[in-house]
């Protein structure tokens, strides 16, 4: 027996493998959204997505976080027909109306209301001691931010006015545990959470629930929102992606989704700056966008209004581009684990 052979079969940890042999690390399965540039900004690339492990979205009130966690839900539970979500409601501002909006099938979404960190880290870890690797299963908590300690709650009931040091504690003791059962199960989970502003010169915002959410997340978003306008009426917002931190992409990049009243979301914002910035696309007069054919440098079609730009008949011949794809990676996506797959991103 080698020594190789001998110090595998004197462990006792389930699941030790040679390192080259291990599933652990083999190439994930991205569910990839119908908002390309929500896949580049989980990924880097066109043809990723959402991927198992903690994923926080924080922001202020009304910033696009739990809409993106319901797309997500969406593409999880369409992808696997076998798929359940398990939905953390602390909020219950998600009725089964606003998820039958998005197409949901809220026959395979178990809705678990929650009172408070340890009602949540209690059932949580219950819940996934029982998934079984190969069982589709993701999560969704909404929110982490609006939930207080058992502590908190003792104290209020007490009438004790003091400050309450055990929630982040707490908050940290739930993710170290959860982390390695959605790595080693490929659960994804989503954290609706809230930030608040640091005390300095040039405040910047920070992350609510304290370091044990950064150290545990694979993806941090931090989301902000800026006004879209017709002359002086508002027409709709985009909601900035702001890459704290991610295993995936560069950290700092803003990648922006716009949401107008008439139509929604739509789901080819935030490529046009990637197509001029790419020269798959140009402005040949201010407000207009052509399409260029990169291997002949020759325009393509008519000149387009941003607004007509956002078809399947404009995007798919440059989604199909392999230069394109490239232009994308290199532009987010950082070394390591590569998250492409040879996807069809041509309109369904």
């Known amino acids: 027996m080698s020594l190789l052979d001998k110090m595998l079969k004197a462990g006792s940890v389930k699941g030790s ?155 940290k003791g739930l993710f170290r545990m959860a982390t390695p059962y959605l790595r080693m199960k490929n659960i994804p989970m989503l954290a609706i959470n809230h930030t608040y502003k640091e005390i300095g010169l040039f405040p910047k915002d920070i992350v609510s629930g304290g370091t ?40 700092k990049s803003k990648i922006p989704v716009s949401v107008s009243w008439d139509g929604g979301v739509q789901r080819y914002s935030g490529l046009l700056d990637l197509g001029i910035a790419g020269g798959f696309v140009i402005k040949p007069s201010n407000g207009w966008y052509v399409r260029v054919d990169k291997s002949t440098g020759e325009m393509v079609g008519g000149k387009l209004r941003e607004k007509e730009t956002m078809t399947p008949e404009f995007w798919d011949p440059i989604f199909k581009d392999t230069d394109f794809k490239e232009f994308v990676r290199s532009s987010y996506q950082i070394g390591g684990e590569s998250m492409d797959l040879d996807l069809d991103l041509e309109s369904e």
């Open 212 to 251: 044990g959410i950064m150290y545990s997340a694979d993806n941090v978003w931090i989301l902000g929102r800026r006004q879209n306008k017709t002359g002086t009426e508002v027409t709709g917002y985009d909601f900035v992606i702001n890459v704290e931190k991610s295993r995936y992409v560069r950290e």
């Open 17 to 171: 493998s040679v390192l080259s042999k291990s599933n652990f690390f083999q190439a994930k399965d991205p569910i990839k959204t119908d908002l390309p540039i929500v896949n580049i900004a989980f990924s880097g690339s066109l043809n990723g997505g959402l991927i198992p492990g903690l994923t926080v979205l924080a922001g202020v009130s009304k910033s696009f976080k739990t809409l993106l966690g319901l797309y997500c839900m969406k593409a999880y539970l369409d992808k696997y027909k076998d798929g359940v979500a398990i939905l953390y409601d602390s909020e219950y501002g998600i009725t089964p109306d606003y998820l039958e909006s998005f197409d949901i099938d809220i026959d395979r979404v178990i809705h678990v209301p929650l009172e408070d960190i340890e009602q949540l880290k209690f059932d949580l870890t219950r819940r996934l001691d029982e998934v079984s690797k190969g069982d589709r299963v993701m999560i969704m908590i909404d929110s982490i931010g609006n939930l207080a300690s058992k502590k908190e709650l003792e104290d209020a009931l007490n009438e004790k006015g003091v400050a309450d040091m055990s929630r982040a504690k707490a908050l």
